[in-house]
């Protein structure tokens, strides 16, 4: 992976949380993911397409995601409440949105968001498309965002040479 791809996440969630919720984030070191369990219970879900492909997760503890919950809507918000999954979903959204704008010079896609709840959960991604774990801290407990983003034109060479 190319490690401009880190940076706009790094810098994205950083800004995301200071203005929204007045929630100061460290960054971690970031560091190659081994395996395909996520790190928390929490897991809002982004895929990229275009000229860059991969996903984006993020992963929080429960506690942790309930706490940034009711920091961005202004009320308690437990995991089980209908609209929960929705901010969770969002929250990932504006963090890869906000990284999306800082690939000026590529076509780039993001889907909608999808979130999944429960611990031990896995998300799984392209085997070629290495995965790099970013641990942040906050107030509200530990945040992880796993990037795994690829040029398309690399992926496809991988793939057409691999099959030959």
């Known amino acids: 992976m190319d490690a401009s791809f880190i940076t ?18 460290e960054i971690g070191e970031p560091r190659i993911k081994t395996d395909s369990k996520t790190s928390h219970d929490v897991s809002g ?13 993020l992963s929080m503890p429960i506690d942790a995601a309930e706490s940034i919950v009711a920091l961005f809507t202004g009320m308690e918000m437990l995991a089980d409440s209908d609209d929960f ?5 969002e929250l990932i959204n504006m963090i890869s949105g906000n990284a999306k704008a800082e690939f000026q010079r590529k ?4 889907s909608c968001p999808s979130v999944v709840i429960g611990a031990g959960h896995r998300v799984a991604s392209s085997s070629n498309i290495p995965c790099v774990l970013i641990p942040c801290n ?7 965002l796993e990037v795994a983003l690829r040029n398309a034109t690399e992926t496809a060479s991988t793939s057409t040479s691999t099959a030959a």
């Open 107 to 110: 076509s780039v896609s993001i």
């Open 85 to 89: 999954a929705d901010a969770v979903g």
């Open 8 to 25: 706009p996440f790094m810098t994205s969630i950083q800004n995301v949380f200071s203005t929204m919720f007045q929630l100061p984030v």
């Open 45 to 57: 879900i982004i895929g990229v397409s275009g000229e860059m492909v991969g996903t984006i997760v």
């Open 138 to 144: 906050t107030d509200c407990g530990e945040v992880v």
